[in-house]
């Protein structure tokens, strides 16, 4: 089956620091991918959509100066929380859309990575 | 916007019991997924529902989707705790793009 992996899995940080999270789509090849954003007992929120080769597209109320993300590679896609504050503390997931054959709407997810901003 | 209300938010049952939750919208949607969701773990996908009427069944659990395609029921039938966990439906939208309800967090007590 199709797999995503995160990494960290989880990440603790000092406020004012940046923090890359990396998500890789290990067996195939994903022109789109997406970041979620995930608070205590509440849903996923979609915060972008990451394309392969170009810029990211922000949902409405998402910094993208805060947020940058980078989708370098068909397998590849990076979150920078920069500047974080505690705020920014979440559970942060990704997913991935497989590139051509199969259905257009499967989404696969990674485990997610747990930030805490201290 | 499109928005997906879930209900119940929350729900405790026994061990056999059956429950519904259900997902609402007042825009209609290509296609509807749910997804479980294990503390600390990302969402899996159970089913995708496109047409309307659609039934779907895995195991001891009963998807529907709507007529006019803007709701949708799980049914779980005597439900046991390895069913606890938060389940999500998500309305598949142009671009591929996913919009999440809220979710329902079952526990199944034994």
């Known amino acids: 089956g199709a797999v995503v992996s995160q990494h960290p899995s989880w990440v603790i940080c000092k406020s004012g620091t940046s923090v890359k999270i990396e998500c890789r789509s290990l067996?195939?090849?994903?022109?789109?991918m997406f970041w979620y954003r995930q608070f205590p007992k509440q849903s996923l929120m979609l915060m972008a959509t990451?394309?392969?080769?170009?810029?990211?597209?922000?949902e409405q109320g998402v910094e993208k100066d805060k947020f940058l993300i980078n989708h370098a590679s068909l397998t590849l896609s990076t979150l920078t929380v920069t500047s974080a504050h505690p705020e920014d503390s979440s559970f942060y997931i990704c997913?991935?859309?497989?590139?051509?054959?199969?259905?257009?709407?499967?989404?696969?997810f990674g485990p997610g990575t747990r930030l805490t901003v201290l | 916007t499109q928005l997906l209300e879930q209900s119940p938010q929350f729900l405790s049952i026994q061990e056999g019991e059956n429950l519904t939750v259900y997902c609402n919208s007042s825009?209609?949607?290509?296609?509807l997924q749910w997804y479980r969701q294990e503390p600390g773990e990302g969402p899996v996908l159970l089913v995708t529902?496109?047409?309307?009427?659609e039934v779907k069944k895995l195991k001891r659990l009963t998807f529907q989707f709507g007529d006019a395609r803007k709701d949708s029921s799980l049914h779980i039938t005597a439900a046991q705790p390895g069913d606890t966990g938060l389940y999500l439906c998500?309305?598949?939208?142009?671009?591929?793009?996913?919009?999440f309800g809220g979710g329902t967090r079952l526990m199944v007590k034994p």
């Open positions: 529902v496109v047409t309307g009427g």
């Open positions: 825009s209609v949607f290509s296609s």
């Open positions: 998500a309305g598949v939208r142009a671009g591929n793009m996913l919009t």
């Open positions: 990451s394309n392969e080769g170009s810029k990211a597209t922000y």
């Open positions: 997913s991935a859309n497989p590139r051509g054959g199969g259905r257009t709407d499967t989404q696969y």
């Open positions: 067996d195939f090849q994903a022109t789109t």
